[in-house]
C-alpha cells in the first residue's frame, strides 16, 4: 500500500490539456463565426413575438370554448338537478365551438403574411451557398 495515497486510480487517456484547450478554442471560434452570419434583428424578434400571441391566442380561444361550456353545463346541472348529464354535453358542446373559433381564426390569419417568412426565405437561401 505504499505510494497508493498519491495515485488517483484514473487511467491517463493519453490527451494532454494543451490539445484539449486547442479544440475547445477551434469550436469556439467555429461557433463564433456561426452566430455572426446571422445576426437577431428587431424584425426577427417582432416576427416571433407576433407569432407567439397568434399562438396564445388560438389556445385561449379553444380552453375558453371548452371552460365556457362546462361551466354553463354545470350552472344547469345544479339549477335542474340533473348532474352530470348537463355538464358533459355542455363540454362537447364548448369543445366544438372552441375549434370552430380556432379554425375560423386560423383562416383569417392565412391571409397575414405569415411571422418570420422573411427568416424561412433567408434560411433558404443560406443553405443553396
Known amino acids: 500500500m505504499a505510494g497508493a495515497e498519491n495515485q488517483s486510480g ?3 487517456s493519453g490527451r494532454d490539456k ?3 484547450r486547442r479544440r475547445l478554442d477551434a469550436l469556439e ?6 452566430q455572426g452570419r446571422r445576426p437577431e ?20 380561444e379553444l380552453v375558453a370554448g371548452v371552460g365556457v361550456g362546462g361551466l354553463i353545463g354545470w ?3 345544479q ?37 418570420g417568412h422573411h427568416l424561412r426565405n433567408a434560411t433558404d437561401n443560406d443553405d443553396k451557398d
Open 10 to 12: 484514473r487511467h491517463r
Open 18 to 20: 494543451s490539445d484539449i
Open 29 to 34: 471560434g467555429k461557433l463564433a463565426t456561426a
Open 41 to 60: 434583428t428587431s424584425d426577427d424578434q417582432e416576427g416571433r413575438s407576433k407569432a407567439m400571441g397568434q399562438a396564445l391566442r388560438l389556445a385561449t
Open 75 to 77: 350552472a344547469l346541472d
Open 79 to 115: 339549477l335542474f338537478g340533473t348532474a352530470p348529464f348537463l355538464m358533459v354535453a355542455f363540454l362537447f358542446l364548448g369543445g366544438g365551438a372552441g375549434i370552430m373559433n380556432v379554425v375560423r381564426t386560423a383562416k383569417a390569419m392565412q391571409g397575414e403574411p405569415m411571422p
